[in-house]
């Protein structure tokens, strides 16, 4: 045990009557929800970068935070590992996350910075086995370094595409040896500012070849995991590649990877594509590419990424539904891409915005859970398109019908179609009584 959150002991669930701000009042690990215990259900992870790498920071002003792990040397690295799985055992979480540079300092070379990830890596399996905590993902920071400024995979430099790919194999290794079961690539800065000095054709044969690479890489070493692309729409570059799920549908299609790689999906990227998160999990659901969620949220005043911890049960609500429907998690988690807030400086402020996080997921799932189980909402969405059913709509679906045709038997049959309510407010109701 560490010193930095001595007198936190391990959270208890407690119910929904609790006014303990250090117990759960919804997340209860071992109950049962459509036959599966919540913790099975949820999968929690802890982000790494936000809750140990984070200073406190944000784009107008700098470190408010004072942790004793803050150093640029592996002394620092290993205390911040300690202090990293008493975080994790004492929130009961079953799963963690990282970038390569949240948990080790950048060496002097490629080799240097290799052999000090291993060397983190031989830390985390001493904790891993000490705690029982597992990894959910690992992925490589390429876009911190200011190498990165122009894209990794994407870069007009092949040499840093060629470090890039480098420090992914870094990363995958590590990623196998420590058990992980995804590893998950996101474009930070795959995109351009303008294309006045872009090719944009270049740069996506670019990505997709790295894509291609990982993929053929994870064969090669028998990783059992998926491999995630991550979408991002914007912030900082102008125009990324990853905008949202569809749009990585089609980028993975091009280079024949749809079937190889899957999304992982974080609420704040979705809303500044300008949709819903649950939008972009039924999009991921209905194309087959559903893997993972980080979730978080933004603040609908601020136009940047700000990955606040989640509050809201009928958001969370509905994106469970669409994780249920696509048949839960199997290799994918919930990990908590958020970050507590920059005034929030004491050390138990980071078990308040996880238990806030946790608590709301699980309030999300069982309500989920329940409409599942009532079958209302879904039966009315049967209703709306059962005329689909019908013979002559199945012959217009699977292309036995020509346009002209079609267009016969409108005629012929003096069809003038009326329209039916699509009782949105009435389906918006609905789920309230369950949340």
């Known amino acids: 045990m560490t010193e930095f959150f001595a007198g936190i002991d391990r959270i208890a669930h407690e119910g929904p009557e609790s006014t303990n701000p250090l117990a759960f009042r919804h997340y209860d690990p071992d109950e049962v929800v459509l036959g599966k215990r919540m913790e ?52 009961g979480v079953p799963y963690f996350c990282f970038h390569d540079a949240d948990v080790r300092p950048e060496g002097a070379s490629h080799a240097e910075s290799t052999a000090r990830l291993n060397a983190i890596a031989d830390h985390f399996e001493t904790k891993m086995a000490e705690t029982g905590v597992k990894l959910l993902w690992g992925t490589a920071n390429l876009f911190s370094n200011r190498r990165f400024m122009a894209g990794a995979a994407t870069n007009p430099d092949p040499d840093v595409f060629a470090y890039a790919a480098a420090t992914i194999k ?173 005034q929030s400086l004491d050390p138990v402020d980071l078990f308040h915005g996880h238990i806030l996080g946790m608590d709301t997921c699980a309030r999300g799932l069982k309500a989920a859970a329940a409409m599942i189980g009532d079958g209302t909402h879904d039966a009315f969405v049967a209703d709306r398109y059962a005329g ?5 709509a199945q012959a217009m679906l699977k292309g036995e019908r020509s346009l002209d045709q079609i267009a016969d038997r409108v005629i012929s049959e003096g069809i003038e179609p009326q329209p039916r309510s699509g009782r949105q407010e009435y389906l918006e109701g609905l789920v309230n009584r369950f949340v």
């Not at 990982?214 to 070493?221: A, L």
């Not at 689909?388 to 002559?392: K, P, T, V, Y």
């Open 170 to 342: 870094a990363n995958m290794d590590v990623t196998q040896r420590l058990g992980g079961e995804n590893y998950v690539l996101w474009g930070g800065r795959e995109g351009y500012e303008t294309l006045l000095n872009t090719d944009l054709g270049a740069e996506l044969d670019q990505m997709g070849r790295m894509l291609s690479l990982v993929v053929e890489y994870k064969h090669k070493i028998g990783f059992k995991g998926a491999i995630l692309l991550e979408p991002k729409p914007q912030e900082p570059t102008k125009h990324q590649y990853d905008f949202d799920v569809a749009t990585c549908y089609g980028f993975l299609k091009r280079y024949g990877l749809e079937d190889e790689v899957k999304v992982n999906i974080e609420v704040g990227h979705a809303f500044l594509a300008g949709h819903s998160f649950e939008h972009e999990l039924a999009m991921a659901r209905t194309l087959g590419i559903f893997g993972s969620i980080d979730m978080n949220r933004n603040d609908i005043q601020c136009g940047w990424d700000t990955d606040h911890f989640p509050n809201d049960p009928r958001e969370a609500t509905l994106a469970y539904y669409q994780i249920l429907k696509a048949g839960g998690f199997t290799t994918g988690g919930t990990n908590f891409d958020a970050k507590i807030r920059r």
């Open 40 to 91: 099975e259900h949820l999968r929690f992870a802890v982000a790494y970068w936000h809750s140990l790498a984070f200073e406190g920071l944000d784009p107008f002003g700098g470190r408010t935070f004072d942790r004793p792990w803050y150093g640029d040397d592996m002394d620092h690295a290993r205390l911040k590992a300690d202090v990293a799985f008493e975080l994790f055992s004492k929130l």
């Open 388 to 392: 689909w059913q019908g013979a002559e």
